[in-house]
């Protein structure tokens, strides 16, 4: 080898000695300086950068409601309750047999007028013309959410009566529905506001409202138009709607056809239940395309004697809302405006044009029984209650709703 070439081979093999403890000496470097830096005090005037933490989703939304059978203050029950020291309080005395702190609301027939049209003892008995005085409603408000209206006795003080009764209840925070005309195909659906407890996945829990349609179909003297059944289907197709119908042949044990055939045309056009009174008698039920239809749940709060008409099925429902991509803030908003319009606001929902909520229910049911004496309603005893699940034939009802 030429003296030339190896004096180039070992400059370069100093160059290159070097460049790797140079190299490695500015990796010291580099590592002292980030040590020294995370040492340092950090700079006062340069704000952190923070990650935000992302929004609680809720992960259920669920209600607890009780439906009641047929609810009357008048007549017998309110000469007991005038002549007992409780006083207004005595319809109501025995309804914490039925635990209402387990539920969100109470919904139940009110079939009387509530006016201050005081009482004719001879039209009540005889003619059965109807009324409830406002002054129990300061105690009813305790347990009831809300009544269905649209019936055959909530006229009995004419238009103005019907009228004035919208006014107490609204006075006491009690929510309504229904029209007494069989005839009208507007005004016998409306909107019920419910609360609604929403879990976030986070474990913290929020208060909400949601707004619902329930709709009335008296059919006493005769058939509900099919404007008024086409009403209940505009009203589910932009909230979950429940019908409570109020006909039926009186003091029977099973529904006849025509009610049958009814029945399953409001479920076909949407509804997702229907739970009926008006009979006096607990009738059967049944699961029609996986959906409830309880003919008629009998008398809930009235002044009638005898077993059959004594003794009523209340009808839990545990409700859950389907969470995903639901805006409960904005439904929340409306539940709210649909109270400040006493349930007249369809129009607002139909203006926000949400989703519609998608609800899945589970039912039970539980007896309820007055007593002749009192004519003050409790929860049935195991007996009783296992006598009314036989009138429903409740047994098979459950498996046949998860279908």
Not at 65 to 94: C, D, H, M
Not at 109 to 124: A, I, M, R
Not at 198 to 212: A, R, S, Y
Request: hydrophobic residues 35%.
């Amino acid at each position: 080898m030429k003296k030339t070439a190896k004096i180039t081979a070992i400059s370069a093999c100093v160059l290159l000695a070097a460049g790797v403890t140079f190299g490695i000496c500015l990796m010291a470097s580099k590592k002292d300086d980030k040590d020294k830096q995370e040492r340092m005090p950090a700079d006062p005037t340069i704000a952190p950068i923070y990650e935000p933490e992302p929004d609680p989703v809720a992960v259920s939304a669920e209600m607890k409601v009780l439906f009641e059978g047929t609810t009357f203050w008048g007549r017998r029950t309110n000469a007991k309750a005038r002549a007992s020291e409780l006083g207004v309080t005595y319809p109501f005395s025995q309804l914490d047999t039925l635990h209402r702190e387990d539920y969100d609301a109470w919904i139940a027939g009110l079939e009387c007028p509530v006016t201050n049209n005081g009482h004719d003892d001879y039209k009540e008995e005889n003619l059965f013309e109807f009324n409830c005085d406002p002054d129990y409603l300061t105690e009813a408000k305790k347990y009831f959410t809300a009544f269905l209206l649209g019936n055959n006795h909530t006229d009995n003080q004419g238009a103005e009566g019907f009228a004035e009764t919208h006014e107490h209840l609204q006075e006491n925070g009690i929510q309504y529905f229904g029209s007494y005309d069989y005839s009208d195909g507007t005004n016998n659906c409306g909107i019920i506001s419910l609360p609604l407890r929403v879990t976030l996945d986070n474990g913290e829990t929020e208060d909400h409202e949601i707004p619902m349609g329930f709709c009335s179909a008296h059919g006493v003297y005769g058939i509900p138009v099919e404007a008024a059944r086409a009403n209940m289907g505009k009203y589910a197709e932009i909230v979950p709607t429940v019908a409570m119908p109020h006909m039926g042949a009186e003091y029977q044990a099973t529904a006849d056809e025509l009610r049958m055939n009814l029945y399953h045309d409001m479920i076909d056009r949407g509804v997702e239940a229907v739970i009926a009174d008006h009979p006096h008698w607990t009738q059967n039920a049944e699961a029609y395309n996986s959906r409830l239809i309880v003919y008629s749940m009998g008398n809930f709060m009235f002044d009638q004697n005898g077993m059959e008409t004594a003794r009523s099925a209340a009808i839990e429902a545990n409700i859950s809302v389907k969470t995903d991509g639901v805006d409960f803030e904005a439904w929340d908003k409306l539940a709210k405006i649909c109270k400040e319009k006493n349930g007249e606001c369809y129009d607002d929902i139909a203006a926000a044009n949400l989703p519609k909520l998608e609800l899945t229910w589970k039912y039970d049911y539980h007896g309820t029984t007055t007593d002749p004496n009192t004519l003050i309603p409790r929860a049935a005893t195991e007996a009783e209650n296992a006598a009314i699940g036989e009138r429903l034939n409740w047994g098979s009802i459950p498996a046949e709703l998860k279908k």
